[in-house]
């Protein structure tokens, strides 16, 4: 589970949840005649409201959490506590308008029920409920992608086929530069024009076209403001990973508007949607 995937729509559920439970043990009626009735002591409506709203909640931040969605007869965990807490707020309004006995525990129950179903019904519609509850921290260096900090630099990005990484002294190299120090017998260096006047012997032109760099990119990390797909460089429409806030993931190219991004495990696929992004 990955905390940092959080928003601020999830964390209001949260503390509208811990109102809820601290409502069930408040006064749910008020009486002259006995010290109250709290929702503990009515079954139907702790179950129904304070147990019920709890629930939910936990379904909700449990669905936001998980790194793939998971289904319970045939919903979502997400809309599965979002419909459970909708059913929360409506048996409290229906408590809270029956009688003109309610207690503290019973309007405080409501209002935390209220809350809550507001705001799983929100999250997904307003911006600002969105945005991650838990702010991506800031790496304390650019790595090589795949290395450890202090270790040995893994293989990188650069010549297709080399064991480099992104330049020298750590620092991030246009993408598909050749680095100075990785240059081998005979190749060319850092751009130099062949001796031969072209790509070196027994390599194909398109490596050699490979190799020239795509402008004045350079690989960076970077963090998205919200949940975004990440689609296949073939252009199939299906996403092959989600991009989650409070994760950095590894930008090497750029394709007009779009970047191509490799995720922690390895997969490579396009962002199509760069706007609101937090570069490392």
Do not use: C
Not at 21 to 37: C, P, Q, R
């Amino acid at each position: 589970m990955n905390i940092r995937s959080l928003t601020r729509g999830d964390g209001v559920v949260i503390g509208a949840a811990v109102l809820l439970f601290i409502a069930s043990f408040l006064n749910f009626y008020d009486s002259s005649y006995t010290n109250g009735v709290k929702a503990w002591d009515l079954l139907g409506v702790v179950m129904s409201i304070h147990l019920a709203g709890v629930i939910a909640a936990a379904l909700i931040v449990t669905a936001r959490a998980l790194p793939q969605p998971r289904k319970f007869a045939g919903l979502d965990l997400g809309q599965l506590g979002t419909a459970l807490a909708i059913f929360a707020a409506w048996t409290a309004l229906w408590y809270l308008l029956g009688d003109g006995k309610a207690g503290s525990g019973q309007i405080l129950g409501f209002l935390g029920a209220a809350v809550l179903a507001g705001a799983a019904v929100a999250t997904p519609l307003l911006p600002p409920l969105k945005v991650a509850l838990i702010g991506a921290p800031k790496p304390a260096a650019p790595q090589p992608y795949g290395a450890q900090p202090g270790g040995p630099a893994g293989p990188g990005y650069g010549y297709p086929g080399g064991q480099q990484t992104f330049g020298a002294q750590g620092q991030p190299q246009p993408y598909g530069a050749q680095a100075g120090a990785g240059a081998g017998a005979g190749q060319p260096a850092g751009g130099q024009p062949s001796p031969f006047g072209g790509a070196q012997s027994g390599q194909p032109a398109a490596q050699a076209d490979a190799a020239a760099p795509a402008g004045d990119f350079a690989p960076f990390w970077f963090a998205v403001p919200v949940a975004r797909p990440l689609f296949g460089e073939d252009g199939s429409p299906s996403p092959i990973a989600e991009l989650a806030p409070g994760t950095w993931y590894l930008a090497v190219e750029q394709r007009g508007a779009a970047l191509i991004a490799q995720t922690q495990d390895g997969r490579r696929g396009v962002l199509q949607d760069t706007s609101g992004i937090q570069r490392g």
